[in-house]
C-alpha cells in the first residue's frame, strides 16, 4: 500500500472559479487515478493521470473542465475549472499497485470536499 | 447503465453475528471484484478482493463470494464488531481496455449494534 495526502482537505469556491487539488504519494507509483463522489451516489473515474503524457479521460468528463497534471510517478494534480454548484463533490486521487499482474487493487487518498456556492 | 448494483441501501446487524453484504453486476467482462470500506471524511479503504478464476477468498474476518453464473458476489463479516459500521461499495474491473478502471457500486451503510 502507500501514504496517500490530498491538499486542500476542503474548500468553499464561488462559481466561475477554479480549484486546483493535489495529490501526494509515499512512494513511486505507475498508475494514478481521480475520482468523483457526487452527494448521495458512489465514485466514479474522471480519468487516469498518465505519467508524461496527457490524462484518460471517460465519458462525461473533458480535459477543458479538469486538466490534470502528472509531473512525476509521486505527485498529480486536477483542477476543477469555471465551477458551478453541480461540482460539488467529494474529489479523490487513487494509486494502483500490482496484484498478481493486475493493477486493480487501488488504494484512496482521504479526498478533497468541495463546495462551489 | 448502472453495471454494479448494491441494491440494499442500509444493513443493521447485531455485535457478533454475522454481516452479509450483497452486489450484483451485469457486465460479463468483467473478471476482477473488490469491497471497499468507506468511514465519514475518509477516503475508501481496500478490504479484499477477489479475482472471477475463484469463487471465494478469506482474510481474518471478510470473506467474500462470487457467483458468476449469477453474477453475484457477497462479503461475510463474522463476527461483526461496532467498528464495522461504515459505508461498503464493490467495485469490479474488466481488464483489457478498462486496464486499471474500476466501476463502483452505490454502497451500502453497515450498523453494528453493540
Known amino acids: 500500500s502507500a501514504v496517500i495526502s490530498q491538499k486542500p482537505s476542503r474548500d468553499i469556491c464561488q462559481r466561475g472559479t477554479s480549484l486546483t487539488i493535489q495529490c501526494q504519494v509515499d512512494?513511486?507509483?505507475?498508475?494514478m487515478f481521480w475520482y468523483r463522489q457526487q452527494p448521495g451516489q458512489s465514485l466514479t473515474l474522471i480519468a487516469t493521470a498518465n505519467q508524461g503524457s496527457e490524462a484518460t479521460y471517460e465519458s462525461g468528463f473533458v480535459i477543458d473542465k479538469f486538466p490534470i497534471s502528472r509531473p512525476n510517478l509521486t505527485f498529480s494534480t486536477l483542477t476543477v475549472s469555471n465551477m458551478s454548484p453541480e461540482d460539488s463533490s467529494i474529489y479523490l486521487c487513487s494509486v494502483g499497485f500490482a496484484t498478481s499482474g493486475r493493477w486493480e487493487t487501488q488504494y484512496f487518498g482521504p479526498g478533497t470536499r468541495l463546495l462551489v456556492l | 447503465d448502472q453495471q454494479v448494483k448494491q441494491n440494499s441501501p442500509s444493513l443493521s446487524v447485531q455485535e457478533g453475528r454475522i454481516s452479509i453484504l450483497n452486489c450484483d453486476y451485469t457486465n460479463s467482462m468483467f473478471d476482477y471484484f473488490l469491497w471497499y470500506k468507506k468511514y465519514p471524511a475518509e477516503g475508501p479503504t481496500f478490504l479484499i478482493s477477489i479475482s472471477s478464476i475463484k469463487d471465494k477468498n478469506e482474510d481474518g474476518r471478510f470473506t467474500v463470494f462470487l457467483n458468476k453464473s449469477a453474477k453475484h458476489l457477497s462479503l461475510h463479516i463474522v463476527p461483526s464488531q461496532p467498528g464495522d459500521s461504515a459505508v461498503y461499495f464493490c467495485?469490479?474491473?474488466?481488464?483489457?481496455?478498462?486496464?486499471?478502471?474500476?466501476?463502483f457500486g452505490q454502497g451500502t451503510i453497515l450498523t453494528v449494534h453493540p
Open positions: 467495485a469490479a474491473s474488466a481488464g483489457g481496455t478498462s486496464y486499471g478502471k474500476l466501476t
Open positions: 512512494s513511486q507509483v505507475t498508475m
